[in-house]
């Protein structure tokens, strides 16, 4: 959990991969598109940081956060070194948000476990509008920073094995 006040979006791109030979899929969720839309920001602008050609970098949509997981499935079919998955769930009144929650997971997770290509989890799973929009670029920084620096990590670990 992220201490109140504390940007956990910070890297050191010295310590880092250089980007400029990967290619990065991006998956995003339509729903809460104002929180899914800030995270793809914080992920585009981070992989172009870290060397990655804005030619190399593919974006594809999907409704929602529960189909992020064939979305990613598909996105590992095209070439791609790596994938990120960006959604937002916010707790309801129903028990929905769990379900969701624990599809996506542990879809993302099985994608990781019987497939090459790595797919890196953006899906915010917040408690109310506020904690997302502190995770999508407020207070507590930009969690798709964190998984564009984790996809180009992962990216070159799978390289290298």
């Not at 991969?17 to 793809?40: A, C, H, M």
């Not at 190399?56 to 997981?69: M, R």
């Not at 960006?86 to 309801?92: F, L, N």
């Amino acid at each position: 959990m992220a201490t109140e006040g504390t940007n956990l979006s910070g890297y050191n791109k010295a310590l880092l991969p250089n980007g400029e030979k990967f290619r990065v899929g991006i998956v995003v969720s339509q729903w809460n598109e104002d929180i899914t839309s800030s995270l793809y920001k914080g992920a585009f602008d981070t992989l172009l940081d870290l060397g990655v050609k804005p030619v190399n970098i593919i974006k594809w949509e999907v409704p929602g956060s529960f189909e992020l997981i064939y979305g990613c499935k598909k996105m590992q079919e095209q070439m791609v070194n790596a994938v990120i998955a960006i959604g937002s769930v916010i707790q309801g009144e129903t028990k929905h948000f769990d379900f969701v929650c624990d599809a996506v997971a542990q879809g993302i997770k099985d994608l990781n476990v019987n497939r090459e290509t790595p797919v890196i989890f953006c899906v915010l799973t917040d408690n109310n509008k506020q904690q997302s929009i502190d995770r999508s670029g407020g207070k507590h920084g930009n969690k798709g920073v964190e998984a564009a620096v984790a996809a180009v990590q992962m990216a070159d670990l799978r390289m290298k094995a």
